[in-house]
């Protein structure tokens, strides 16, 4: 698949690290140096614009060292970017560690995984099929 690009940032396009990487890792695009303190939340620009085809959608996720080392999480994850949406790429990232986090320009902040997604026809019903389940939830499958 091929995706088109227009890249306004100052760093190189995405790209997968290793032969069976999901998501390409995406950097901050910044003129100055982004302090995050604990519980802190901003938008991140990246400089990237996309377009994918229909059918598709980009989820933006956080990235497992960094959530791990530094408490560096992504708000609304994954953030999802629509087939449509021609505007530039912003990740809303969030300090959830009790310290300062800094944020460079062209640190890795994120991952962008590309999705295949289907469109629901929404059918209204008066009643649904019964399971064995029925409307069990929020740990119902772990009860006795």
Avoid at 79 to 86: E, F, L, N
Avoid at 96 to 107: A, C, F, M, Q, W
Wanted: net charge neutral.
């Amino acid at each position: 698949m091929k995706i088109k690009v227009v890249n306004r940032s100052k760093h190189p396009l995405p790209e997968y690290k290793t032969i069976c990487s999901a998501g390409v890792d995406i950097r901050a695009n910044l003129s100055e140096t982004v302090v995050l303190r604990s519980l802190e939340r901003r938008l991140i620009p990246t400089g990237l614009f996309i377009e994918l085809p229909a059918g598709y959608e980009a989820q933006i996720r956080p990235r497992s060292g960094l959530a791990l080392n530094e408490g560096l999480g992504v708000l609304n994850t994954p953030g999802t970017i629509d087939a449509d949406y021609r505007g530039e790429i912003g990740v809303i990232v969030i300090n959830l560690s009790d310290r300062v986090i800094s944020i460079n320009d062209g640190d890795r902040i994120c991952q962008m995984v590309i999705n295949k997604i289907e469109q629901a026809e929404w059918v209204s019903v008066d009643t649904l099929e019964e399971t064995y389940r029925g409307s069990g939830g929020f740990g119902h499958t772990g009860k006795k």
